[in-house]
């Protein structure tokens, strides 16, 4: 069964750093893709950035484009969104996603995806 856990979810300043982690496990890591998604109040569900698990570019959303990172750990089987230069509008629901084999047109789409993490919560106060 696949499974999804994210954590790291805080409240931190605006300018501030946090990294999230999302331990993943029960599938095949081979083409696989990993994504983060938030929800902030009030808004839809909106892709943040992902990533193929053994290669290929990230994809990120403008919004978060030179701020923050993905990467993955495959020893720990986890992945990470290392999150920089935090601003109020940030402040979301965060969570993480995988699915195989989903093209770069889709990517971004949440329709893409058949598993789906709990969600952790960041607070970014200005």
């Known amino acids: 069964e696949v499974q999804l856990q994210a954590s790291g979810g805080g409240l931190v300043q605006a300018g501030g750093s946090l990294r999230l982690s999302c331990a993943a496990s029960?599938?095949?890591?081979?083409?696989?893709?990993i994504a983060w998604f938030r929800q902030a109040p009030g808004k839809e569900r909106e892709f943040v950035i992902g990533?193929?698990?053994?290669?290929?570019?990230?994809r990120y959303a403008d919004s978060v484009k030179g701020r923050f990172t993905i990467s993955r750990d495959k020893d720990r089987r986890t992945v990470y969104l290392q999150m920089n230069s935090l601003k109020p509008e940030d402040t979301a629901i965060y969570f993480c996603?995988?699915?195989?084999?989903?093209?770069?047109?889709?990517?971004?789409?949440?329709?893409?995806?058949?598993?789906w993490g709990q969600g952790t919560l960041v607070t970014v106060s200005s």
């Open positions: 990533v193929r698990w053994n290669a290929g570019s990230p």
């Open positions: 029960g599938f095949a890591f081979d083409d696989y893709c």
């Open positions: 996603a995988a699915a195989p084999r989903i093209i770069w047109s889709s990517l971004a789409l949440p329709s893409s995806y058949d598993s």
